[in-house]
């Protein structure tokens, strides 16, 4: 284990809590994290850049890429719906029913389905 520290190629900058079930002389332990890493006290306690915790990992922005892409095919999908179905748009128009009637049954058929799918996901 000590031959994986003393390779200068990794790192171990971070925020670090020790706990024990007994009492912690912390300068003791600094002291032997220094001599241990051949750093001094005041580098190995000093905060560098690379120890500051980032915000946007990577599983963030896999998150925000899968919730915009389902945003896309949502809107692909209502958009799309109404020229699958045009010839019955253009019955129900010959009909005399109203656009707002024709508007909110395509609306009611979306959010059905949306909600349908978060409660059998």
């Known amino acids: 284990m000590e031959n994986y520290y003393l390779d200068s190629s990794k790192s171990l900058n971070g925020v670090y809590s020790v706990v024990?079930?007994?009492?912690?002389?912390?300068?003791?332990?600094?002291?032997?994290?220094?001599?241990?890493?051949?750093?001094?006290?005041?580098e190995l306690l000093t905060t560098s850049g690379q120890g500051i915790i980032a915000l946007i990992n990577r599983y963030v922005m896999i998150f925000v890429l899968i919730i915009?892409?389902?945003?896309?095919?949502l809107i692909t999908v209502t958009v799309y719906a109404p020229f699958v179905e045009i010839?019955?748009?253009g019955v129900k128009k010959l009909n005399g029913i109203s656009d707002s009637a024709v508007f909110w049954e395509f609306i009611k058929k979306n959010v059905i389905l949306l909600i349908g799918s978060c409660f059998f996901s």
Request: charged share 25%.
């Open 87 to 89: 010839k019955s748009i």
């Open 68 to 73: 915009i892409l389902s945003f896309l095919v």
């Open 20 to 42: 024990s079930t007994q009492t912690i002389n912390k300068e003791k332990i600094i002291k032997k994290f220094s001599s241990f890493f051949s750093v001094s006290k005041k």
